[in-house]
């Protein structure tokens, strides 16, 4: 289903909401089975082209491919191949954690032994087998996402994309969740596509890194070429050379 062990190809591929340019003439390649880091500042066009690629949103122009489908005509089983944990994600805090990888797995269609035993496995991964009857809301914000990370996987696909998985997360849940897709991409062979404006984060799991900013894809390349490229000590110093320190300042003013 992978196209010469590319599971995303995009050529020119543009987005706009009205006078909005949310996406410009993006060239994006990322190999099967890796951990791509999408780094970008608030606006960069990171949730429109994680849309786009799971198939929510049509393009303005360009094109797309994903595991070898094209998002444009071929939305359904772009949907069977992938798996998204969207911005904002729901979560039933009613349920227990098995009943809601139950739920989730029959929205995809999965039920039966098959179903059970991947969810027993995720739970086992996820080291949650000893409270999986307990319902989500008595569980800590770092072990509901990991619910949530899991629950992308269920119907086995070959690319999961995690939009900001972390971004609501203090360190020690962020560890969580990093921990969890580090297990996962050992014992799977999805490959992750992930945007993030964490920096540490991206270093620590992604082995490829592309940086968007306004639209533009601006770097691609491993961390250390990055690093190396720019003549900085980490990724972080390298973004904000990239991107320019003043939009991050910004940011961090507006949450204040
Ligand atoms: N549905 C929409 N309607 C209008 N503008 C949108 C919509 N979705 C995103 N945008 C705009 O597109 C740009 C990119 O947004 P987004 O992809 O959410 O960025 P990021 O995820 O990198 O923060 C922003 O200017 C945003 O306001
Ligand atoms: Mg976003």
Redesign the pocket.
Known sequence: MTKNGICIRTRGLN?S??S?H??RDLDLEMKTSSRFGFL????????????ILSGL?KQTSGSAEVCGFDVSTDRDQVKTVTGLLP?SPGLYSKLSAREFLELIGALNRRSGDSLSWRIDSLLSILGLEGRQDDLLESYSSGMKQKVLVASTLLHEPKLVFL??PTARLDPSASALVKDLILALAEETETGFFI?T?MTDFAEDVCDIIGI?NQ?RLVTLGAPQDIIERTKTSDLEEAYLKIVGGKIDRKTLLAWR
């Open positions: 987005k909401f009205g909005v949310a996406v970008g500042p608030n606006g960069a066009g990171k949730t429109t082209t994680v849309r949103l911005e939009d900001e945007c404006h968007l639209g």
